[in-house]
């Protein structure tokens, strides 16, 4: 894993500052394939909170609302989104039991839901987002650099480690075909002496977690099985306000509706995805959990709305088994054609209007949004990661994109840390997970 500090710009690619093995794809720079990334949260913040909108005039009021922790804005409640061409098979909520016991009888709904929520009273945006990584400067620092870009308008620096001792970085996978690589190029190799006067053995590495004080089984709260045709625990949610469910209007667009079975328009109650479902591209599903916002529960959201809690808590994990096909299509970046996306949002946003065109009625960035798995341009067979809040984060390392075949992909937040990660094909999607396997997953 790449560790992210500031650093200075410069209008300098990666491929030119020889940083090896970077590859220039559509105005976005990949380094290596991984299965696994990490993120660190915790610095405490604070974003403008959408509190009313006037649907005659279009303008909004909002309020600051500072938050903090060990996971930061993101222990507060989220929603998962997907974005097509994908099919999900699976999903999953895990969280730790509140009662310390197996789910058998013992966790009752109002136990999980003061679990979920107990962090809200302490602490849409328009999901096209052009990857410009510009180089700033590569310091020499012993076998490996220390390059710096500017990812997503933030300058970041990462240690240039690909011909180092890969314990110190993320976990590799297997490189995609060469045929699918265009635009690319590599560099030389960064050479110099180091500057901190510690061998890398003996910093303590950033993927590395304490699992020895991590103690306790965790519970499933929310569950889909696109085969079984279940759904427990959750909601799928559109922004298809108007058609059966939500409302629209021409200030503010459509709200959250309930999402239709085949995901592409809205619906009067809440459906399940069907069986074998391929949602379409530019076509978006919102996982919600299946509990209303009620009497204020939810603070603010906007008027006719349909309006679910996500998903809350300074520790919990989203699992998911998914696949995403080229389905051929072609077109400009804006019309997220063959682009797919898997990512998380403060729940805020599309309570409020997720693509509402004017920023100052929305939270987002700084609410908080962390991107799992996007393809940036048409029919890219590489997936991105990033962070998007008041502390923004990034990284040139990708997911191969699963186009053939279903993986098992999960976001486990503990510990003030976010992993991310390629489970292994035999994962089980059980109702209870237990400690063992959590510290499996990090």
């Given amino acids: ?209 304490d699992t020895s004080k991590l103690t306790g089984d965790w519970v499933r709260v929310a569950y889909y099985n696109a085969e079984k045709q279940t759904a427990e625990g959750l909601a799928f949610l559109g922004n298809h306000g108007g058609q059966g469910s939500g409302v629209f209007d021409h200030k503010f667009g459509n709200s959250l509706a309930y999402a239709s079975c085949n995901a592409q328009n809205g619906a009067p109650s809440p459906q399940i995805l069907e069986k074998d479902l391929l949602i379409p591209s530019n076509k978006e599903v919102i996982i919600m959990s299946d509990k209303k916002c009620e009497g204020g529960s939810c603070g603010f959201v906007r008027e006719g709305a349909v309006a679910h809690h996500g998903f809350g808590g300074e520790e919990k994990a989203f699992i998911f088994r998914f696949k995403m096909p080229d389905d051929g299509k072609t077109g400009n970046k804006f019309e997220n054609a063959n682009m797919p996306a898997i990512w998380l949002l403060n729940a805020k946003i599309p309570r409020v209007g997720q693509y509402v065109k004017d920023m100052s009625c929305k939270c987002w960035p700084k609410c908080g949004e962390l991107d799992l798995f996007e393809v940036l341009d048409p029919g890219n067979k590489r997936c991105i990661s990033a962070v998007h809040s008041e502390f923004s984060d990034g990284n040139p390392d990708y997911f191969p994109r699963p186009v053939d075949k279903f993986i098992t992909g999960a976001v486990i937040f503990i510990g003030g840390k976010g992993h991310i990660k390629i489970l292994d094909d035999d994962f089980k999607f059980s109702e209870n997970v237990s400690i063992e396997d959590i510290k499996k997953m990090i």
């Avoid at 500052?17 to 913040?45: A, R």
């Avoid at 009888?105 to 987002?129: A, L, N, P, T, Y």
């Fill in 1 to 209: 894993m790449r560790t992210w500090i500031a650093g200075a710009s410069a209008a300098w690619s990666l491929v030119a500052l020889g940083v090896q093995g970077v590859e220039f794809i559509e105005g976005n720079h990949y380094k290596d394939p991984v299965k696994h990334l990490q993120y660190s949260f915790g610095k405490p913040g604070s974003y403008m909170e959408i509190t009313g909108m006037d649907k005659e005039t279009g303008k909004c009021e909002s309020k600051e609302t500072k938050y903090s922790g060990p996971l930061g804005v993101f222990a507060e409640e989220l929603s998962f989104h997907v974005r097509g061409p994908c099919n999900l098979a699976e999903f999953a909520v895990v969280i730790p039991n509140p009662k310390g016991k197996k789910k058998e009888g013992s966790v009752s709904k109002r136990d999980i839901d003061e679990h979920q929520h107990q962090h809200q009273r302490r602490h849409g945006h328009h999901h096209f987002h052009k990857r410009t990584r510009e180089v700033a400067e590569v310091q020499k620092r012993g076998e490996c650099g220390m390059a710096t870009a500017t990812i997503n308008g933030e300058v970041k620096t990462w240690a240039n480690d690909y011909n180092c001792d890969k314990k110190a970085g993320a976990t590799p996978a297997p490189s995609p075909a060469s045929e699918d690589k265009k635009k690319g190029g590599e560099g030389k190799k960064d050479e110099g002496t180091k500057d901190d006067g510690k061998k890398d053995d003996d910093k303590k590495k950033p993927s590395e977690v």
